[in-house]
């Protein structure tokens, strides 16, 4: 996306759930900054710290506490605010966690699916709709090349599953409800994110971050799976192409694999080997396994429909991804180690993001 295209979103009525989480707090910061009128409906955030608690995003919009399982809440928020995009990223997104607790998974990503759908599909202020799944909705069958859109959808764990159900869910409503309508319904697939403020428990990057400051070795259960790793600017970017073109031009909505390329699919290890070589400090890992629950091994996306419908491109390789999220949590860290206070620790993150995001504006300009 062009930095001139950002003027689209200003004075927009822009609803986003899950706004609290690692990626609805970088979203947050991009649409505020281009002058969207930005709503959040979310649980509190999901970690501490958080990146949305650490850069005070809650006095930068509005900012509602709430479950997309209550519907009733919902349509408050869409009866108060008449949002006319709506992004959907509220998840329990955590495979782990969702083999613990599959009944609140699914009421989770399905349910709240239904539930946000529905009040879109009440009220006629919302002329863009994006639903963000995962690269996981597939049924995975191990294989070396991506998975493309059409592709069974049949994921194997409860989180993946409900994913592959939220997709479904969101297609019966395109087909009953939308095809005919000024509303237009995408979905994005989006692949494994890295960033700096991403503090999840189970997730590579964070657990980097967590073992590079009381300096031990990252513990990496699965050195040889291979996923889409992409920087988190990378989908939000692709997320706001989607719903800026589809509102200009409804006839390209759809379905979309949002991942890196190739090159740039790599395994956890190397992913690892990465940060560890950025941080810096003798940082290194180690390959131990838990013995916990079923993931997949192999994965990857066929991005060839963004780049045909949008000429989209990725902008940062993957080491310059893990790059960027070293030097967010480098930062982070120097400043609660000299005990920065709040006001201070905020605004200095989000200059951080700010920069971040100009940098990633410039570099796929110059591409």
């Given amino acids: 996306m062009q930095k001139t295209e950002m003027s689209f979103f200003r004075d927009k009525r822009i609803l986003i759930t899950g706004h609290t989480g690692f990626k609805g707090s970088w979203l947050s910061r991009i649409l505020i900054d281009a002058g969207a009128k930005v709503t959040g409906v979310s649980l509190e955030p999901p970690t501490s710290p958080s990146i949305f608690s650490i850069c005070r995003l809650e006095n930068q919009m509005d900012s509602v506490i709430g479950d997309v399982r209550d519907f009733e809440l919902l349509k408050e928020v869409f009866e108060r605010v008449q949002p006319q995009i709506v992004i959907h990223l509220a998840a329990q997104p955590i495979v782990r966690e969702s083999y613990k607790n599959p009944r609140e998974t699914y009421e989770t990503n399905v349910m709240g699916t239904v539930n946000i759908l529905e009040c879109a599909r009440q009220f006629s202020c919302v002329r863009s709709f994006l639903n963000v799944t995962t690269d996981k909705v597939y049924e995975n069958k191990e294989w070396e090349w991506g998975y493309r859109e059409e592709d069974v959808l049949d994921g194997f764990d409860p989180y993946s599953n409900s994913k592959s159900c939220s997709e479904l869910v969101t297609h019966s409503y395109i087909r009953s409800f939308f095809a005919d309508s000024d509303t237009a319904v995408s979905t994005a697939r989006a692949g494994n994110v890295i960033g700096g403020g991403d503090f999840a428990s189970d997730r590579i990057i964070p657990d980097c971050y967590r073992s590079a400051v009381i300096k031990q070795p990252v513990?990496?259960?699965?050195?040889?799976?291979?996923?889409?790793?992409?920087?988190?600017?990378?989908?939000?970017?692709?997320?706001?192409?989607?719903?800026?073109?589809?509102?200009?031009?409804?006839?390209?909505?759809?379905?979309?694999?949002?991942?890196?390329?190739?090159?740039?699919?790599?395994?956890?290890?190397?992913?690892?080997?990465?940060?560890?070589?950025?941080?810096?400090?003798?940082?290194?890992?180690?390959?131990?396994?838990?013995?916990?629950?079923?993931?997949?091994?192999?994965?990857?996306?066929?991005?060839?429909?963004?780049?045909?419908?949008?000429?989209?491109?990725?902008?940062?390789?993957?080491?310059?991804?893990?790059a960027k999220s070293v030097e967010w949590y480098q930062l982070y860290n120097m400043l609660i180690t000299h005990m920065a206070e709040p006001k201070e620790l905020a605004d200095k993150m989000n200059a951080c993001m700010r920069e971040q995001i100009r940098s990633f504006l410039t570099d796929g300009e110059e591409q």
Avoid at 219 to 236: A, C, D, G, K
Avoid at 265 to 281: A, E, I, N, Y
Avoid at 297 to 302: A, N, R, T
Wanted: overall charge positive; glycine content about 8%; charged content about 25%.
């Fill in 219 to 322: 513990t990496v259960r699965n050195p040889y799976s291979i996923r889409p790793y992409q920087h988190v600017l990378e989908p939000l970017f692709l997320y706001l192409t989607i719903v800026k073109k589809q509102w200009e031009d409804p006839s390209i909505r759809g379905y979309y694999n949002v991942g890196p390329d190739d090159c740039d699919c790599v395994d956890t290890g190397t992913l690892t080997t990465l940060f560890c070589k950025s941080w810096g400090r003798g940082m290194q890992w180690e390959n131990k396994s838990d013995g916990g629950p079923h993931e997949a091994g192999f994965l990857k996306l066929d991005c060839s429909r963004v780049k045909r419908v949008f000429g989209w491109k990725p902008t940062w390789h993957i080491e310059k991804a893990v």
